[in-house]
């Protein structure tokens, strides 16, 4: 009997990355593999394209990684995947914003695989560039849910002390009316809570924004958590409408979204949803939080009345929705049926998303008929290591691609029309806050590692 060899599979993904879900999401790709998986952080290693591909069946970039940008993929690197002759994959989030770059890199480095967030009736009009004409689009979740604990606590409804709570950032304007109901849904919440007495805890301010054990505490200790749908409704293809914005706001600062949609937005908002059921819907089930959301597809998930309390985009039945936050038998029940339905019956966990990675993976890998080179697995993860020797090289070129970052973000903003006077240094000190966030978790790798080493030794 001969055995089939086991596949060999190259990710680039940011595996230093400050949110928990995208650490989440790489390990939900690999779910159940019987593949050989090795996954390389080109943000750290930016001698990637030193590493021989031909030693792999298919080589793949995650959504933490863009492929059509300098500073998370090198022009070295794009060039050895485009010479690749095996299967090339990608996977895709917030796809709304310059389609026109992304599409064109994955033309350019022959995206063989495309896993993304649109619905499947609109993957050949999102992604019409004339050189994706023969790449597999396969719909997928922007998150998945977690496996149920066993024997888990939960707090009960009528002990949490917070009604609402609510954490998302300021969606940009480019997304469109489905993008800005973050912002809505958080302002009008916060506006109408007083005048009910409710205890809320609701923001999109960058500075308050909880991860890890934080949020899970959060998320955990309120009778309800407020949402909505994941996505934008306007598709820009080349920066255009980012661009009329910036004229448009240069002119007035102070316009409102609604004034924005009325004198820009409004020819373009609406012709293509891009919509998809939160990660945030599946967290707040596996910690039997009861959920608020606006009305949306959510994949056809969830139903309002059966998983979630459905808060019109008017608020028109906003006293309705805290009547029902009064009633602990209601909010309980809404909690339950999520939980069984998204969280115990096992449907949309991690395990999911990693077997029609595989199924797709496979079937391409074998209709491809490249043959990689041999190389036992041990050897194979070493030389995807930087060599001692070339660490101080690899550290130039961190600090190269960090300032070619900071001096391209500074001179976006100075042209910016947007941003005038004291608005254009605050601008940039928001960039840099958010920046610094981003980039804290790869300072610090080296130390936690050394860390961890220390901590583990034997005394």
């Known amino acids: 009997m001969i055995l089939e060899r086991k596949k060999r599979i190259l990710l680039f993904a940011n595996t230093e990355h400050n949110a928990e879900c995208v650490g989440e999401h790489i390990r939900a790709i690999q779910a159940g593999s019987p593949d050989q998986w090795f996954v390389v952080n080109s943000l750290t290693n930016r001698l990637a394209h030193k590493i021989d591909l031909n030693f792999f069946d298919a080589v793949g970039f995650h ?40 599409s064109q890199a994955m033309a350019d480095i022959g995206t063989d695989l495309l896993f993304t967030i649109v619905r499947p009736e609109l993957h050949n009009i999102a992604y019409d560039h004339p050189g994706l004409n023969q790449m597999r689009r396969v719909t997928v979740l922007a998150g998945y849910a977690p496996k149920p604990r066993v024997n888990p606590e939960f707090i009960p409804i009528q002990d949490r002390k917070i009604d609402l709570f609510y954490r998302s950032r300021v969606c940009p304007l480019c997304s469109g009316s489905l993008g800005y109901e973050k912002s809505l849904i958080a302002k ?31 998320m955990s200790s309120c009778r309800a958590t407020l949402g909505s749908e994941s996505g934008a409704s306007i598709w820009d293809r080349d920066g ?95 909690a339950e049926n999520a939980y069984r339905d998204l969280i115990a019956s096992e449907k949309y966990t991690e395990r999911v998303l990693g077997e029609l990675v595989h199924e797709n993976l496979t079937e391409l890998i074998q209709k491809k008929g490249f043959v990689p080179k041999s190389l036992d697995s041990e050897n194979l993860r070493k030389n995807l290591q930087i060599n001692w020797c070339h660490l101080p090289f690899n550290g130039v070129r961190n600090l190269q691609a960090e300032c070619e970052l900071a001096i391209s973000q500074f001179v976006e903003v100075v042209q910016n029309p947007r941003f005038r006077g004291l608005r254009k240094l605050g601008r940039m000190f928001e960039l840099l806050k958010r920046y610094l966030t981003h980039l804290a978790p790869r300072i610090s790798m080296p130390f936690k590692k050394k860390m961890t080493k220390k901590i583990s030794q034997p005394a």
């Open 240 to 334: 255009t409408i980012e661009r009329l914005i910036d004229e448009e706001m240069g002119k007035s600062s102070g316009q409102s979204f609604e004034a924005l949609l009325e004198t820009v937005l409004k020819p373009y908002d609406g012709k293509l949803i891009y919509s998809s059921i939160s990660p945030r819907v599946f967290e707040a089930a596996a910690l039997k939080t009861p959920q608020i959301l606006f009305p949306g597809w959510y994949n056809g998930l969830i139903k309002p009345g059966v998983h979630f309390l459905q808060l019109e985009k008017d608020f028109s039945n906003f006293s309705e929705i805290v009547n029902a936050l009064r009633n602990d038998e209601l909010l309980s029940n809404l």
């Open 63 to 102: 959504y933490s990684i863009h492929p059509q940008e300098k500073y998370y993929c090198s022009n070295e690197l794009k060039q050895k995947v485009s010479e690749f002759g095996g299967v090339v994959f990608q996977f895709l989030q917030d796809e709304y914003l310059r389609v026109h770059l992304a």
């Open 188 to 218: 009008e919440v916060s506006h109408r809570a007083p005048q009910f007495g409710l205890k809320i805890d609701v923001s999109v301010r960058e500075e308050d924004r909880l991860y890890g054990q934080d949020w899970v505490r959060a």
